[in-house]
């Protein structure tokens, strides 16, 4: 049965419909390749195929650098980074019509970077931005799309937890792939804030000017960055420049920031072990995940389900611009029904033999799936980010947050459309790097 492409479909028809159940998607991932498997190869040699795939995935070096960039983010979270991160970029902008937005996206950024999660991003600077903004008397839409929209750049911004998933998945380098993410990063939060000029410009009403703060205050606020911004400099610009591999970098971020919380006086028994626990509890969960995907990958390789699609592509004679702008489509279908993370472990296995077939870059096409990924938590009607919005203000309508969001949605299509006309935007400071 091996080389049988319909048995692959069945998988992924199987897959789907336990997703739509509620099964977990590490779960899900691991039934539905084992499963398979099992259809193809026999019990026994599925059986033995799977016990090694993670055998080699748990006792793997890279994989130890999810767990210390969690503990980062958890330690960082305890110190009041984003707080601090908001609180800085207000007191530099809030006073401009609209500030107070470009404040909202900028500390999501900066929150993000040592955070690495949408959701966590989203939950966390919504409860700290969204009540600011509405209490200066912005526009609901307004004040919940911008958090909604600005939380999707801890997937994108190093580190982050969804390129090391993909890393490892994929077996590129997670610190080239941390490079790539820079500039891709920085131009999505640009069009960001170009979406909020426009919007203020033509409604000036969406967000009232509020007053100036004063240089003692902004010099407050920037010294309560500064170790944690020094933090983040260190670890991404040790990645960047190949001074420490990824994992090391996760060590010096994880040790950095429990001295920073010790320094700031919030490190306590309770603190230490809610972080350690929290970051024991999310690890677990992605292991699950990693080695479900992986497991459903052999599955899809085994079947020839990949080799097909690529090959019925390829007969359309797109050429790989427009070939990419039709996955672009397929996958912003899919990401409206399915969960980001479970859009990304699913179409890997199937989309990266066609994008290496094509001779494109795995490493861009990392990129390209997150960006992916990072329209479907803000995408109507699943968006997992619209409704962890919707949990922080619950007095706020879901048609509101809907109606806020749809500005940044527009930009990120453009932006996704970018990347797939210009690979450079990704593959450019990698290159200029010689990673």
């Known amino acids: 049965m091996i080389g049988q492409p319909a048995v692959g479909v069945a998988g992924v028809i199987v897959l789907l419909f336990l997703l739509l ?21 026999g019990l026994e040699p599925a059986l033995i195929k799977s016990g090694v795939l993670v ?35 207000s007191r530099l902008f809030g006073h401009r019509r609209g500030g107070l937005a470009i404040a909202s996206v900028a500390g999501c950024a900066g929150f993000g970077s040592i955070n690495g999660s949408s959701l966590a991003t989203t939950a966390t600077m919504g409860l700290v931005a969204v009540p600011e903004m509405r209490g200066r008397g912005y526009s609901d839409a307004l004040a919940t799309g911008t958090v909604a929209a600005g939380g999707t750049l801890g997937q994108m911004i190093p580190p982050s937890g969804a390129l090391i998933v993909f890393g490892i998945i994929a ?20 069009s960001y804030f170009l979406v909020i000029v426009l919007l203020v410009g033509w409604r000036p009403a969406l967000a009232p000017s509020t007053p100036k703060a004063s240089t003692a205050e902004r010099r407050a606020a920037l010294r309560r960055v500064v170790d944690i911004g020094l933090l983040v400099v260190a670890v991404i ?10 994992s090391e970098a996760a060590a010096v971020g994880a040790a950095g920031a429990l001295i920073i919380c010790l320094r700031r006086g919030k490190l306590n028994r309770a603190a230490l072990r809610r972080a350690l626990e929290d970051t024991l ?19 899809i390789s085994v079947t020839g389900m990949a080799e097909a699609i690529g ?22 279908l899919i990401g409206s ?15 990266l033999p066609l994008v290496s077939d ?49 500005p940044f949605l527009a930009a990120d299509l453009v932006h996704l459309t970018l990347l797939v006309v210009f690979p450079v935007i990704a593959l450019g400071l990698p290159r200029w790097l010689g990673q």
């Open 21 to 41: 159940t509620g099964m977990p998607i590490g779960v899900a991932l691991g039934i539905a390749g084992l499963g398979g498997l099992v259809l193809t190869l």
């Open 55 to 89: 055998f080699e995935t748990m006792t793997r070096y890279e994989l130890g650098t999810l767990p210390l960039f969690m503990l980062m983010a958890h330690l960082s979270f305890m110190a009041g980074a984003s707080g601090d991160f908001f609180g800085l970029a």
């Open 171 to 190: 077996e590129q380098s997670i610190g080239t792939l941390f490079t790539a993410a820079i500039v891709p990063g920085l131009t999505q939060m640009l």
């Open 237 to 246: 610009g040790g990645i960047v420049f190949g001074w420490v591999t990824a």
């Open 281 to 299: 509890r999310t690890s677990g969960l992605i292991y699950l995940v990693v080695i479900g995907a992986l497991i459903f990958a052999a599955f």
């Open 311 to 332: 090959a019925a592509i390829a007969a359309l004679d797109l050429g790989p611009v427009a070939t990419m702008l039709l996955v672009a489509v397929f996958l912003l």
């Open 337 to 351: 029904v399915l969960d980001g993370l479970a859009l990304m472990l699913l179409t890997t296995p199937i989309l």
């Open 358 to 406: 094509m001779g494109l870059s795995a490493i861009w096409f990392g990129i390209f799936l997150v960006r992916a990924m990072e329209i479907g938590f803000i995408h109507p009607p699943i968006g997992m980010n619209l409704y962890v919005i919707q949990g922080v203000v619950p007095e706020v309508t879901l048609g509101r947050i809907f109606k806020g969001v749809l």
